[in-house]
C-alpha cells in the first residue's frame, strides 16, 4: 500500500511563492509517474506537471516557466515550486502516484488548498 501525504499549501498574493511537498511511504517503482494534479473552484481536476523516474517533466502550458517539479528519492518525497503565482493558480494541489504498467496502481493524496489573492 502506498500513502501519499502533501504538505505546504496555503495563502499567498499574488506574484508570491509556495512549494508543496508530497512525501510517500510505500515504494516508488521505476515505471511510476509522480505527478500534481489541482482542482480550481467550479473546474474539473486537472494535470499540472508530472515526472517520471528518468527526469523527464510535462508541464500545463499556463504553469512553464513559473513551476518546477522535482522528486527527491533518498527522502521518497516529490515537490512543486511554484513562482510568480496567480490568482488563476488557486485550488486544492493533489499529488499522485500512478504506475505506467500496473493499472490498478494509482494512488492520491488528501490535497492541499492553494490560495492566491490578487
Known amino acids: 500500500q502506498v500513502l501519499l501525504v502533501e504538505s505546504g499549501g496555503g495563502l499567498v498574493q499574488a506574484g508570491g511563492s509556495l512549494r508543496l511537498s508530497c512525501a510517500v511511504s510505500?515504494?516508488?517503482?521505476?515505471?511510476?509517474?509522480m505527478a500534481w494534479y489541482r482542482r480550481a473552484p467550479g473546474k474539473q481536476r486537472e494535470l499540472v506537471a508530472h515526472?517520471?523516474?528518468?527526469?523527464?517533466?510535462y508541464y500545463l502550458e499556463s504553469v512553464k516557466g513559473r513551476f518546477t517539479i522535482s522528486r527527491d528519492n533518498a527522502k521518497n518525497t516529490v515537490y512543486l515550486q511554484m513562482n510568480s503565482l496567480k490568482p488563476e493558480d488557486t485550488g486544492v494541489y493533489y499529488c499522485?502516484?500512478?504506475?505506467?504498467?500496473?493499472?490498478?496502481?494509482?494512488?492520491w493524496g488528501q490535497g492541499t488548498q492553494v490560495t492566491v489573492s490578487s
Open positions: 499522485n502516484l500512478r504506475s505506467s504498467v500496473y493499472t490498478e496502481r494509482n494512488y
Open positions: 510505500g515504494t516508488i517503482l521505476s515505471v511510476d509517474v
Open positions: 515526472i517520471i523516474s528518468g527526469g523527464s517533466t
